[in-house]
């Protein structure tokens, strides 16, 4: 089975500062990787995916995010944050050759002037 | 990014009635769709997998007689949420596949059985 964690339930920031949401997972299969984020009344988007390949992958709005294999790791970073990226952030992955998502429990992002 | 939307997006209804939740993907045909529901503070977990035409494919632990899915056309699918009672309170939400590991949220839709 997999298991998807994200132990940071909030994370607080100023505008301007970095930002590392922390995911980690666990299974026993090769998994696909995603990070959606979920602004207020509206449905997740999808920020990036690791499916293969390149380790570091760029998403929108400045973000990126970079597969670990050995430590079961796919962070999120942003080196600069604006107020609008306030939101709830959902790490996901999928075992390879399904369609299925299995999500963390999510990480607000506040981001303060 | 492609649309799906859902109505409501919320209801509120006694206990031991239906209630019917409508997603629509406004932009593409869709042969795959899913439906999830999230507890507060707690991650989405996937309730079933609806293929238009078929029926759908419920994960465990998920009561097929009391969640039914329509997924009638490639751009509607109905859950219903029958004989609802407090614990079925929840937030729900679907998403509609475009193509392989490509899938696209409604909002949720807020249910509170009283």
């Known amino acids: 089975a997999q298991s998807v964690t994200q132990l940071d339930s909030q994370v607080p920031v100023f505008e301007e500062a970095p930002v590392e949401l922390r995911c980690n997972y666990s299974?026993?299969?090769?998994?696909?990787l995603f990070w959606y984020v979920q602004y207020p009344n509206q449905g997740l988007q999808l920020l990036l995916k690791?499916?293969?390949?390149?380790?570091l992958v760029k998403g929108i709005n400045g973000f990126e995010a970079e597969f670990n294999k050995s430590q079961t790791s796919f962070h999120l970073r942003k080196p600069s944050v604006h107020i609008s990226d306030t939101a709830e952030y959902f790490c996901?992955?999928?075992?390879?050759?399904?369609?299925?998502?299995?999500f963390g429990t999510g990480t607000r992002l506040q981001v303060f002037p | 990014g492609a649309v799906v939307s859902q109505h409501p997006s919320r209801v509120i209804c006694k206990s031991g009635t239906s209630v019917k939740i409508e997603c629509r993907s406004l932009?593409?045909?869709?042969?795959?769709m899913f439906w999830y529901r999230q507890f507060p503070k707690k991650s989405l977990m996937l309730m079933a997998t609806?293929?238009?035409?078929?029926?759908?494919?419920?994960e465990q632990g998920v009561e097929k007689d009391k969640f039914l899915i329509n997924h009638a056309s490639l751009t509607l699918s109905t859950l219903t949420v029958t004989s609802a009672h407090p614990e079925d309170s929840s937030f729900y939400i679907c998403s509609f596949q475009r193509s392989y590991n490509e899938q696209f949220f409604g909002p949720g839709t807020r249910l509170t059985v009283l």
């Open positions: 609806s293929n238009e035409g078929s029926k759908a494919t419920y």
């Open positions: 996901a992955v999928s075992p390879s050759g399904t369609d299925k998502l299995i």
């Open positions: 299974s026993s299969v090769s998994v696909y």
């Open positions: 932009d593409f045909q869709a042969t795959t």
């Open positions: 690791y499916l293969s390949g390149s380790t």
